[in-house]
């Protein structure tokens, strides 16, 4: 007899589309770190090569045979692992309830995993709306170079669009983890909140959420500007901003938890 009843789509939900649902966010995740750990950095280095046209034709290999298959599977890996998100949600029997007749926004693992779920369809906005577009046109720059065609002047433009709302996905990433897990793992998920201290959580944690989204989109006064106003956390030497960034907007949203969620 099986363990899990396919049949039922609580089953289901608990199960298969959970299982589903980590193993793609696994290669999302695991793909948006790659990129800002590893590739960019790294591609970065075919520039410092002693013969920069030698560096700079192996870059444009890279991008049109590494890049382009990264980024598919990076790209699908963000649909699926929404959508088995909400396949959670919607089949899984009661998934929002809050026992006792509270609120179900009142329950504090809910306020946790709808932040969760606001931070995920933020970013995958991003990959789709700003990341894929704008590398849709650095991709094809370098097949077209590479096939002996002028470069494009917008690459610059749209490369650094496109790093700006990857960088911001990874500072939203490990925040996101946290929220993800809160609701089934935290040992004071059963705790309710107050009406003002849920309202209040809400009101702050929002503006901290838009106000980096549209840094990430180029809509502050610096706009683009590299190591300009908020635009720092994306840039700086390798990767410590965007890390410090990241773990700094964790321990934000830690403190958040524990002022609001506990009482």
Do not use: C
Request: proline fraction near 4%.
């Amino acid at each position: 007899m099986l363990a899990v009843d396919f049949r039922d789509p609580n089953g289901l939900g608990q199960f298969l589309f959970r299982w589903g649902h980590v193993v793609a966010g696994i290669t999302w995740i695991g793909l948006l770190y790659y990129f800002n750990l590893v590739q960019v950095s790294a591609f970065a280095r075919f520039e410092d090569d002693p013969h920069k046209e030698i560096g700079g034709r192996a870059r444009l290999i890279a991008l049109d045979k590494i890049a382009t298959r990264a980024l598919w599977w990076f790209r699908w890996g963000a649909v699926f692992t929404f959508l088995t998100g909400i396949l959670i949600t919607g089949v899984i029997k009661d998934y929002y309830s809050a026992p006792d007749g509270f609120s179900w926004m009142r329950f504090a693992g809910n306020s946790g995993i709808v932040t969760g779920m606001l931070i995920g369809t933020i970013m995958l906005l991003n990959v789709w709306g700003v990341i894929w577009r704008n590398q849709k046109i650095v991709l094809a720059n370098a097949a077209n170079v590479l096939a002996g065609n002028a470069p494009d002047p917008n690459v610059p433009a749209a490369a650094r669009r496109a790093g700006m709302a990857s960088r911001q996905n990874f500072i939203f990433s490990v925040p996101l983890v946290y929220w993800m897990i809160f609701r089934q793992h935290h040992p004071d998920n059963a705790t309710y909140m107050s009406s003002s201290n849920m309202a209040l959580y809400w009101v702050i944690a929002l503006i901290i959420i838009a106000v980096l989204e549209i840094n990430a989109l180029g809509f502050m006064p610096w706009k683009a500007e590299a190591n300009k106003g908020m635009n720092q956390m994306y840039d700086g030497p390798g990767v410590r901003n965007p890390l410090i960034s990241a773990f700094g907007l964790f321990v934000v949203f830690y403190v958040l938890e524990v002022l609001f969620f506990n009482t």
